[in-house]
């Protein structure tokens, strides 16, 4: 029998939908800011990665013992998503490059043929800065769920200042280049982003993948492969 993970409730769904929308704000008032004035957020290129584990530590705490089982019992939509993350979205990087002509120092899409890669490096760094926070956050849930339970409302706010904090360290670090693409920058990232969403709601759309809660944070889904047995639930 499938478990399914408790619904959000109204404060975690109220709290989530006000910090989605104003999320792309945020984003956008940081990256301008980044943009006309770099030499103010100069110093927060160190914070990146403290920040994308705080990021995964909050993501950790939304989950619970019986998200983790279920993904273990039906893996394909994370393992689908994985090679779409590390395969497709590269590839549509490249696209991108090729249809806007891009030189090679914004073509970084193409990690690999421009620029080498240490995999062993890069998979030390999503050891650290993603499966360890996830599973400390995890490890609180267990342990402290009253106390996790009371601050849920609290972690979309949390996110989006961590990711709000990121984008102005990485824009402020870049600014010269994008002064110096312009538009063309835009266009691309604008392109590939679009893209991404647009192959990965139709790919939900074609495996029957729905979201049977309303909250988009955290979000609840369950998929099923057309042919096979009934839906699985999880979390993201």
Known sequence: MTE???????AEERSARIAVTLFPLLILAGGVLAVLTPDTFTGLG???????????F????TLTPPDLALVMRRPFPVVAGVMAQFAVMPLLGWLVSVLLGLPPALALWLAGRYLPVDAGSMAGSILQIVLVPVLLGLAVRFFLPSLVQRCLPALP???VAAITVVVVAVVSGSAEIIFSAGLLVLAAVILHNGLGYALGYGAARLLNCRSPHAAPWPSRWECRIPGSPPA???SI
């Open 4 to 10: 399914t993970p408790p619904a959000p409730s109204l």
């Open 46 to 56: 160190p914070l990146i990665n403290p920040l994308l584990g705080v990021i995964m």
């Open 58 to 61: 909050g993501m950790g705490l």
């Open 157 to 159: 706010w949390v996110s």
């Open 232 to 234: 699985w639930h999880g």
